[in-house]
């Protein structure tokens, strides 16, 4: 079978977010949405106190696995009920996830916080991607790895991050080893819902080579690595990371008679091996050639290119051959905070007359905001500013940097601020691009995806100027979910393979933002005096803000 079957039938993806769930059923012949249901995590995220009232360490972020399985009772029939559909016009089901969020789990896939002795362990639970208690374990995992002569570590940048799967294993053994040897695997979220759909234990490509150090063509590093990391892990990867790497839009399997019951779907309908919530974002933006170059935009940044070549790109999360389609290689960088820092401005920095306005006017604060900011020129706020209020993903790679704003006055208006943020973000994003072109990996179309994208011209506008390169928009409304939908459409035997469904069911739209030579040029000046501060703060030339950072945690002690 080639393309798309002439009987008109739907598939789901379903979306594990940061803080909520989403099913989105589409059709597909040609990704159209048909309905969505979200499901908001009771838990949250966990980064300051436990239920139980159990304070957390400073840079922690955990959520509770129960919530993303009492999230499919409500949302999966939900859409459905939206959609005016039934469990025989679904074909198949996709999942994506924010990732890395190990869970330490039983054999059977019971997560040890759900165990009564367990409960009141902070280590018990599932670590989110944003956690970033483990960088004293990640900062050695990459000095031994580079002592050894590691050759995997280049695909990372030379430097493995805190969020990743290995480095929160680590810190489990070193403060709680009694979770670590009760842990008969640790599994990452996408993995671990798909296990719980199926019955079948696998693990995807997409987080196991860009979160776990695996390769398709050398597997994980070797026995002897991890034994140099704490002779305990030795063989961390035949016992407790044990389980077959295959792409998204692998069969996992069926789905099982419990949750068949629970979703209101039929009993062994396909489900397919998981993807990560960012890379899901490729197949939704129709994406499936050679230079063609994501910028997904949500509360953190996540920057994707595919290519039929292997380069060592310094600094960047990670390149991985089939990480997310077959006989490609998808580069990954990509920045801490994008939405999480505008949010934070808009939550801590605007006054109450302006939210006053912003009511009045019938706009959300960040429309009001946008609307004064839009009609400044390039340059006149007179700020600049890093983009690190999350530390630094790509390319210093480095949490422990924060943010800065250079050039505030008494005369600085929060639209200043504002305008100076977003105008960061597009910088950091430069100078990512900058670095795959000097390593020889050249985007040749730049694809913008993400709420936020869609939501704010004047973001994406000033993006095209600072990277002097036309921004087309794609990916849909949800363009995660729709991802993992496309998943849904392959298992499902709709399309042979996952680039031709991708190719058929993407979304791209007909707006495109071109670059203004005028602010173009002007923001070069600006760009030139963001590297000199990105250069002074993040290669060690001022370490201010780590000294800061020890004295805030002394003082908080």
């Keep these: 079978m080639t393309g798309y079957s002439n009987m008109t039938k739907y598939s789901i993806g379903i979306d594990y977010g940061t803080l909520s769930a989403r099913c989105i059923i589409v059709d597909t012949s040609d990704g159209r949405e048909i309905s969505t249901c979200d499901f908001v995590y009771p838990h949250g995220v966990m980064d ?3 239920p139980d009232g159990t304070k ?3 840079d922690w972020a955990l959520q509770h696995p129960r919530d993303y399985l009492d999230a499919l009772p409500v949302i999966v029939p939900g859409a459905l009920r939206k959609a005016g559909l039934n469990a025989d016009d679904i074909v198949g089901i996709g999942v994506d996830f924010t990732s890395c969020t190990p869970i330490p789990v039983l054999a059977d896939g019971t997560p040890l916080c759900f165990l009564p002795e367990y409960e009141h362990n902070i280590h018990a639970y599932a670590k989110l991607w944003k956690h970033h208690g483990a960088m004293a374990q990640a900062d050695r995992i990459s000095r031994i790895a580079a002592e050894r002569g590691e050759t995997w570590l280049s695909r990372y940048g030379g430097v493995i991050g805190s969020e990743w799967m290995v480095p929160k294993i680590l810190q489990i053994l070193e403060e709680s080893p009694g979770i670590y040897d009760a842990a008969e695997y640790f599994i990452d979220g996408g993995d671990w819902i798909v296990w719980q759909l199926t019955g079948k234990l696998w693990r995807n490509t997409c987080s196991a080579g860009y979160k776990s150090m695996w390769s398709k063509r050398d597997g994980y590093p070797s026995e002897d690595f991890f034994a140099a990391l704490d002779e305990r892990m030795r063989n961390l ?13 692998m069969l996992a399997g069926g789905l099982t008679e419990q949750m068949a019951a629970l979703t209101g779907l039929n009993t062994g309908l396909p489900v397919s091996v998981a993807i990560v919530d960012g890379h899901a974002g490729i197949p939704a933006s129709g994406i499936s050639k050679e230079g063609e170059f994501l910028n997904l935009i949500g509360t953190s940044g996540c920057h994707f290119m595919l290519s039929r070549e292997h380069c060592d790109v310094p600094g960047i999360c990670g390149v991985v051959e089939d990480g997310v ?3 490609f290689f ?3 960088a990509g920045l801490a905070a994008v939405g999480d820092l505008y949010g934070w401005f808009v939550k801590n920095c605007v006054n109450e007359a302006y939210t006053n306005d912003a009511a009045e006017a019938g706009m959300s604060i960040h429309q009001y905001l946008t609307s004064k900011a839009e009609k400044l020129a390039p340059g006149e706020t007179g700020l600049v500013a890093l983009d690190w209020w999350n530390g630094n993903r ?3 790679c480095d949490p422990k940097l924060t943010g800065m704003i250079l050039g505030l006055t008494l005369a600085t208006r929060p639209e200043d601020i504002y305008r100076a943020l977003i105008e960061a973000t597009a910088f950091g994003t430069r100078r990512i691009i900058d670095t795959f072109i000097e390593s020889g990996v050249v ?11 869609a939501k704010n011209p004047m973001l994406c506008q000033i993006t095209a100027d600072i990277l002097r390169l ?12 729709l991802g993992a939908a496309i998943l849904g459409a392959v298992v499902g035997g709709c399309y042979d393979d996952f680039p031709t469904a991708a190719r058929a069911m993407g979304q791209r739209s007909d707006v495109r933002y071109f670059p203004n030579e005028e602010a173009s040029a002007v923001y070069d000046e600006l760009y030139a005096e963001f590297l000199d501060l990105h250069d002074l703060f993040g290669l060690g030339g001022s370490n201010v803000m780590k000294r800061l950072l020890e004295i805030r945690d002394r003082a908080r002690h």
Excluded at 443 to 453: H, L, N, Q, V, Y
Excluded at 470 to 481: D, E, F, H, M, R
């Design 48 to 50: 300051v106190v436990m």
């Design 56 to 58: 957390l360490p400073n």
């Design 237 to 249: 990867t035949d016992t407790k990371l044990a389980g077959e790497v295959v792409p998204p839009g």
């Design 325 to 327: 389609f077959p006989g």
């Design 330 to 332: 998808c580069y990954e």
């Design 394 to 396: 790509n390319i210093l």
């Design 443 to 453: 985007p040749t179309e730049i694809f913008a995806s993400g709420g936020i994208s």
């Design 470 to 481: 036309p921004i087309t928009l794609a990916g849909g409304s949800n363009g995660s979910a």
